[in-house]
């Protein structure tokens, strides 16, 4: 027996064996917690989001700014124009080899639909080249 005789005649035994049973129960206990755990707690995505203080580029050749105001109005270049028009147009200067850069301005307080299927829009049209404008942050003293 390992815990030694319970009567009290003779010397005491030391014990001689260990039970490893309740340590190894406890460590895989542990081991499926920590498995389990491990994925929750690197779920974050880290990122690095740009600031808006980003200057223009000085070599784009042929620039079209289109504009969509808080209404979700499209104006081309100041002028007020529909999505069809604007994207006949489009296609227009992508057939003729010369493709733009479209310069997006879209209201800060517009719904994020609008900006997202306008440049659907113009990607559809063909155009590659497409560009945010931003007003520059203030810089804080």
Not at 104 to 118: F, S, T
């Amino acid at each position: 027996m390992a815990f030694g005789q319970l009567d009290r005649g003779g010397t005491p035994q030391p014990m001689h064996e260990i039970n490893v049973t309740p340590l190894v129960d406890v460590m895989l206990v542990l081991l499926v917690v920590f498995i389990i755990a491990a994925p929750l707690l690197t779920h974050k995505v880290k990122l690095n989001l740009p600031k808006a203080s980003a200057q223009p580029s000085a070599t784009v050749e042929k620039r079209l700014v289109v504009s969509l105001t808080r209404d979700a109005q499209l104006h081309l270049d100041g002028q007020a124009i529909s999505q069809e028009a604007l994207r006949s147009k489009l296609q227009e200067l992508v057939a003729k080899n010369t493709p733009p850069t479209v310069e997006l301005r879209a209201d800060g307080e517009l719904a994020y639909q609008h900006v997202v299927r306008l440049m659907a829009l113009i990607q559809n049209a063909g155009v590659t080249k497409l560009s945010f404008i931003t007003q520059p942050e203030a810089t804080v003293r």
